[in-house]
């Protein structure tokens, strides 16, 4: 059974560091790996997809690597901003389909000004 | 592009009541998905399906739960007679083709008094 565990649980640091968030799968066999944002009360927002076969994706200041065979992903963003304050999610796809995604409890971020 | 529409945003229902959670796929996506978010817990996959056919219901209970996804019109997620565990903020997500990208909708989050 898959599991995805998302370190630290929470995350306060001063506006305009860099930082990196955790990610972890038991099961090596993913077919992609997205990051996902949640605001309070708000739906999900896709930040990044990592194929299987691919080591890192950017977008901006977002940069998300995997290594599959250490069953590992990060999250770095750069230069954090207070609007960059919510949770992050991390999510794996079972198998070789992109239905049925798995999981973390998520980290929340906060940044302040 | 209208993303993925949910309504109602917020539900409250008294036990032993119905609910009714209603699904909008983006324009052009036949692949639609639903997961639960329990109060401090990571989002569950609840059901797959594609128009007119339930794919996949592994992750939805065997009793009171039903989905739909017709011909014409929404996706439905029906809760018979609600009891307050089934508090929890209620997702659903659309893709094109099942081994693309999920987009998720605001979710509606339902409340049993």
Redesign the interface.
Known sequence: KQEVTQIPAALSVPEGENLVLNCSFTDSAIYNLQWFRQDPGKGLTSLLLIQSSQREQTSGRLNASLDKSSGRSTLYIAASQPGDSATYLCAVSLGGSNYKLTFGKGTLLTVNP | NAG?M?NPRHLVRRRGQEARLRCSPVKGHS?V?W?RQLP??????MV?LQKENI??ES?MPKERFSAEFPKEGPSILRIQQVVRGDSAAY?CAS?PM??????????T?LTVT
């Open positions: 993925v949910q692949h998905y997961y401090e817990e990571g989002l569950k996959f797959y794919i996949d992750g997702f893709s099942l081994s693309d990208e999920q987009y998720f909708g605001p979710g989050r």
